[in-house]
């Protein structure tokens, strides 16, 4: 496994990664809830300059993510205010509804899915506040997941640490194609999942896994 060692302090102009990442809300339109790893892979792409155009997010995806749970795929769906007709309003005018203990629900699938996961332990208390406490608006739900996820994958510290040669980069995250997961023994590995599902299995070494799909992805480019 790759360690995070600080390579340097200067980066090269024709460095694949620049100085700083910037992940954060601000600069993206529509954040899904519980985002895909495909998803964040697809955003580090187009940070990179290796792809032009934003993700288009899916209506359905909005107020809802994917986790591979004991019994199997399991999709958790946000309660929308008003209805799921409500999905088709401007993003960040979309109400969240308390119906039916969602919180509570995702967060005992999250728990049961993760537990045991070798980064659980380690993440639990910057996620758990998440589903701890009331929503009014979608976008600030997701937002703040989408926040949390960031700061441990793209922090300013694991991207000093990595090299700029894209070459190397490649190298690195060549073990990275895949990753253990716990249903893996039954199922093989699962993708489409949310990226929390990469966050609790590999922790600071999320970036190689993204890397290795943007990189390999646009290999040719």
């Given amino acids: 496994m790759p360690t995070l ?3 340097s302090d200067k980066r090269p102009a024709d460095s ?4 700083a990442l910037n992940m954060q809300k601000e600069t993206i339109s529509i954040v899904p809830y519980m985002a895909s790893v495909d998803w964040y ?3 580090l792409a187009q940070r990179l300059g ?3 155009e934003a993700s288009v997010v899916a209506t359905a995806d909005l107020n809802r993510g994917r986790i591979m749970g004991a019994n ?5 769906s946000v309660p929308i205010a008003g209805g799921g007709r409500n999905l088709r309003r401007p993003f960040a005018t979309i109400g969240v509804s308390e119906h039916g203990s969602w919180r509570r629900v995702h967060w005992g699938a999250i728990f049961s899915a993760y537990g045991r996961t070798p980064y659980y332990e380690h993440y639990e208390h910057l996620f758990r506040p998440i589903w701890s406490q009331p929503w009014e608006r979608l976008s600030d739900l997701n937002e703040a997941l989408h926040r949390v996820i960031t700061e441990i994958v793209f922090s300013a510290e694991i991207i000093d640490a990595l090299p700029s040669d894209r070459a190397e980069l490649e190298r690195l995250s060549s073990d990275y194609a895949d990753y253990w997961q716990l249903s893996r023994a039954k199922d093989g590995f699962v993708d489409g999942l949310s990226a929390i599902d990469m966050v609790f299995s590999l922790g600071p070494q999320s970036v190689f896994h993204l890397l290795h799909r943007v990189l ?3 290999k040719s480019e």
């Fill in 5 to 7: 060692t600080k390579i």
């Fill in 16 to 19: 694949v990664l620049p100085a």
């Fill in 41 to 43: 892979a697809d955003l």
């Fill in 50 to 52: 290796l792809r032009q």
């Fill in 72 to 76: 199997g795929l399991q999709t958790l």
């Fill in 216 to 218: 390999h992805t646009h």
